[in-house]
């Protein structure tokens, strides 16, 4: 029952370094989502998408790019990594259009740029 | 956009006590839901909530959807080790998801 599998679960980067985050999901869920999540603030959207080959941007689209060539892959990437993207990023997937039956959320990608 | 205040931000709670957190906002939603979240791991979800005045256990948590719609609460009764971690709540209004900063809850044994 692996849900939504994130990679890798840490990561360095030193500012200006390009990586990219790894999101599959086995549910065969449509709608899938990146977020960040950091100290004292709720988790804020950067991009989603609503199938096989879409992409749309969230609230924090910044500085940040998507990929979702196979239904279960959602891939992000940062172009030229900046300490401002330290962060805690997540990976959902919902059955439902909207998320109203609730996300599946991977366990979560630490990353940290020096 | 629609923003969540979360509170209280942090508890700590004898083992038994009953616990009671709250989100509230200044916007309408359509649907509250509420998500726990272990150290290490991704929020999971606990109880959703479609309707105004609508009330949801799911073992010893109880959730309401406020009738204002601006707000929502989770009620925890006799808590245990295990429910330390961090409660989130989020709203739905049409395709916008939004969520709170979170209730970080200690559990003291």
């Known amino acids: 029952n692996a849900g939504v599998t994130q990679t890798p679960k840490f990561r360095v980067l030193k500012t200006g370094q390009s990586m990219t985050l790894l999101c599959a999901q086995d549910?065969?869920?449509?709608?899938m989502y990146w977020y960040r999540q950091d100290p004292g603030m709720g988790l804020r959207l950067i991009h989603y998408?609503?199938?096989?080959?879409?992409?749309a941007k969230g609230e924090v689209p910044d500085g940040y790019n998507v990929s979702r060539l196979k239904k279960q892959n959602f891939l992000l990437g940062l172009e030229s990594a900046a300490p401002s993207q330290t962060s805690v990023y997540f990976c959902?997937?919902?059955?439902?259009?909207?998320?109203?039956?609730?996300?599946?959320f991977g366990s979560g990608t630490r990353l940290t740029v020096v | 956009g629609q923003q969540l205040n979360q509170s209280p931000q942090s508890m700590f709670i004898q083992e038994g006590e009953d616990v009671s957190m709250n989100c509230t906002s200044s916007?309408?939603?359509?649907?509250w839901l509420w998500y726990k979240q272990d150290p290490g791991e991704g929020p999971v979800l606990l109880i959703a909530?479609?309707?105004?005045?609508e009330l949801t256990s799911n073992g010893r948590l109880t959730a309401q959807f406020g009738i204002t719609r601006k707000d929502s609460f989770l009620n925890i009764s006799a808590s245990i080790p295990s429910d330390v971690g961090i409660y989130f709540c989020?709203?739905?209004?049409?395709?916008?998801?939004?969520f709170g900063a979170g209730t970080r809850l200690t559990v003291k044994p």
């Open positions: 959902a997937s919902s059955y439902s259009p909207r998320g109203d039956w609730g996300y599946t």
């Open positions: 549910m065969n869920h449509e709608y």
């Open positions: 998408s609503v199938g096989e080959g879409t992409t």
């Open positions: 916007s309408i939603f359509n649907t």
């Open positions: 909530l479609y309707k105004a005045g």
């Open positions: 989020a709203g739905l209004f049409n395709n916008d998801m939004r």
